[in-house]
């Protein structure tokens, strides 16, 4: 690994250009939208008249507003390995608190941390205990947000994972936390195994691994069975993107890149369906918090690359995963609107599995949609780890 000393980090506002925006709304006025069947609704992907009702209101959305709300952390942006690298690093009043890395996966961004950011640094001003307090770096995913487009092939989760280190060494962080949902959660698998001399604990809200070997599914109680059902089911009617994107991304992208339209409807479909409200996204989700997420991908031009990342995953196969048990303590976070879940039984063939939790809400984006939960869960599994901080 290179030294992390090299590493220039430079202070970092969203600011973007005002005719970014003027160009995004005079396209929505022009939107040409495909007919659908009467009766279909979510069935064949994202009903067309909620998608109406959305883009009218992306017409009006005050992305100003966001802006605002996510430069009032603390932001820098760097270079590793020729790619840049956006990140939020919010330090903590608190004088011992834990450093940690937290990521976010596709179709996310750094935006679905901004009600966690907040109580996970200063929880004495969020009726927390200050013992529970974190430094936290929420990196933006090379090809997503403010991070820019990639540039070069092999920027998949293991080499990701590498970076990440980087940045967190070059921070002066000795001994961190790292935290991970979707791709988030094979990144930070990677640094784990990558780095777990100065890994404290590892904790993810996403979980996928394969059967082990010699392992009966006939043997898993029936709650096991039935997730692996439901599992089963989604990847037969609702993982038609990853062929896309693992394949043809460079496709796919002239049409996200080119029509709002087009790109709301690919991310919002998946906010909808992985969460507990499904299908409609806003069960889960405010449509100020749909729109912002949607508008971060549209203004940094990164709807293409950011679907690179499954055609890179693809190309390096097993390279790109963890490559020996991660011994680093794990503590795992079940949501049941989750599109996968994995037997403990198996998980512990490849993770030191600590802490277990069934959730009673939420779904893939846990920070985003239960943020009490998912920080409750955050501080109770890095009080096992704390420490020696």
Do not use: C, K
């Given at each position: 690994?290179?030294?992390?000393?090299?590493?220039?980090?430079?202070?970092?506002?969203?600011?973007?250009?005002?005719?970014?925006?003027?160009?995004?709304?005079?396209?929505?006025?022009?939107?040409?939208?495909?007919?659908?069947?009467?009766?279909?609704?979510?069935?064949?992907?994202?009903?067309?008249?909620?998608?109406?009702?959305?883009?009218?209101?992306?017409?009006?959305?005050?992305?100003?507003?966001?802006?605002?709300?996510?430069?009032?952390?603390?932001?820098?942006?760097?270079?590793?390995?020729?790619?840049?690298?956006?990140?939020?690093?919010?330090?903590?009043?608190?004088?011992?608190?834990?450093?940690?890395?937290?990521?976010?996966?596709?179709?996310?961004?750094?935006?679905?941390?901004?009600?966690?950011?907040?109580?996970?640094?200063?929880?004495?001003?969020?009726?927390?205990?200050?013992?529970?307090?974190?430094?936290?770096?929420?990196?933006?995913?090379?090809?997503?947000?403010?991070?820019?487009?990639?540039?070069?092939?092999?920027?998949?989760?293991?080499?990701?994972?590498?970076?990440?280190?980087?940045?967190?060494?070059?921070?002066?962080?000795?001994?961190?936390?790292a935290q991970g949902g979707d791709w988030g959660s094979i990144v930070c698998a990677n640094v784990a195994d990558l780095d777990p001399a100065h890994v404290a604990g590892l904790h993810l809200n996403f979980l996928a691994v394969p059967r082990p070997e010699g392992a009966d599914p006939a043997d898993l109680p029936p709650a096991d069975l039935a997730d692996l059902a439901r599992t089963a089911e989604w990847r037969r009617t609702g993982a038609g993107y990853q062929e896309i994107q693992g394949t043809k991304p460079q496709s796919l992208g002239y049409g996200l890149e080119d029509s709002p339209a087009g790109l709301a409807a690919w991310i919002v479909e998946k906010f909808g369906a992985w969460s507990d409200g499904a299908p409609d996204p806003e069960a889960s989700f405010t449509r100020e918090q749909l729109l912002a997420n949607i508008t971060l991908y549209w203004v940094t031009a990164t709807a293409t690359s950011s679907t690179r990342l499954y055609y890179e995953m693809r190309q390096a196969g097993r390279a790109a995963l963890p490559q020996a048990f991660v011994g680093v303590p794990t503590g795992v976070a079940n949501y049941p609107g989750e599109v996968t879940r994995t037997p403990r039984s198996w998980a512990e063939h490849r993770y030191h599995i600590t802490h277990w939790v069934e959730q009673p809400r939420g779904g893939h984006f846990a920070a985003m949609q239960v943020p009490d939960l998912f920080v409750a869960d955050v501080r109770e599994f890095f009080r096992t780890v704390r420490a020696g901080a």
């Open positions: 690994m290179a030294d992390p000393a090299d590493l220039v980090v430079t202070p970092f506002r969203p600011e973007v250009p005002e005719a970014v925006l003027a160009d995004l709304r005079e396209r929505l006025v022009r939107t040409r939208l495909p007919n659908q069947v009467a009766g279909t609704g979510w069935d064949q992907g994202t009903d067309r008249g909620y998608l109406e009702a959305l883009l009218a209101s992306w017409r009006t959305f005050d992305w100003r507003a966001v802006e605002a709300r996510l430069g009032a952390f603390d932001q820098f942006v760097t270079e590793v390995d020729g790619q840049r690298i956006h990140f939020v690093h919010q330090r903590s009043p608190e004088p011992d608190a834990l450093p940690l890395l937290i990521s976010h996966g596709w179709p996310g961004s750094v935006l679905e941390f901004l009600d966690v950011l907040g109580p996970l640094t200063d929880p004495r001003s969020h009726g927390g205990d200050p013992a529970d307090a974190f430094h936290v770096v929420a990196p933006s995913l090379p090809g997503y947000g403010f991070s820019g487009p990639t540039t070069e092939p092999g920027w998949h989760p293991r080499r990701i994972a590498s970076a990440y280190a980087r940045l967190m060494a070059a921070l002066g962080y000795d001994r961190y936390g």
